[in-house]
């Protein structure tokens, strides 16, 4: 087993049911995979989940630095907790901060019969 930092993940891997992200939150996905170790989080609006790789494209830092704090204080954007950069939820793109013109790495995720799956 390998302890490389991976930025993907195949298709199908089951995170849990939608309820383990709280609707308007996010949260932290660590996967221990034969070819190394993946951190992503997904963020949950509702029906829709959004997934992306945990690391900002400033320097390369996961963007949270307490456990599933990834959100803005009024949940609407995504925040990098060590350079302040922001990001929109939909896309990743970064609207403001050291990496704006940049985006985050997506982590295909969906929702099927309920279950948060890797796409």
Same mark, same amino acid.
């Given at each position: 087993?390998?302890?490389?930092?991976? #930025?993907?993940?195949?298709?199908?891997?089951?995170?849990?049911?939608?309820? #383990?992200?709280?609707?308007g939150a996010a949260r932290n996905f660590v996967l221990q995979m034969r070819a190394g170790r993946f951190h992503g989080f997904v963020v949950r609006r509702g029906d829709a989940v959004h997934g992306y790789v945990?690391? %900002?494209?400033?320097?390369?830092?996961?963007?949270?630095?307490?456990?599933?704090?990834?959100? #803005?204080?009024?949940?609407?954007?995504?925040? %990098?907790?060590?350079?302040?950069?922001?990001?929109?939820?939909?896309?990743?793109? %970064?609207?403001?901060?050291? %990496?704006?013109?940049?985006?985050?790495?997506?982590?295909?995720? #969906?929702?099927?019969?309920?279950?948060?799956?890797?796409?």
């Amino acid at each position: 087993m390998s302890d490389e930092r991976l #930025t993907a993940t195949p298709a199908g891997i089951s995170l849990g049911p939608v309820e #383990t992200v709280a609707d308007g939150a996010a949260r932290n996905f660590v996967l221990q995979m034969r070819a190394g170790r993946f951190h992503g989080f997904v963020v949950r609006r509702g029906d829709a989940v959004h997934g992306y790789v945990d690391r %900002c494209p400033h320097m390369g830092l996961p963007l949270a630095q307490m456990l599933d704090a990834y959100l #803005t204080p009024d949940g609407g954007r995504i925040a %990098c907790s060590w350079h302040g950069a922001i990001f929109d939820i939909d896309d990743g793109d %970064c609207l403001g901060g050291p %990496c704006k013109g940049q985006r985050l790495t997506p982590w295909p995720v #969906t929702l099927r019969d309920g279950m948060i799956v890797t796409a």
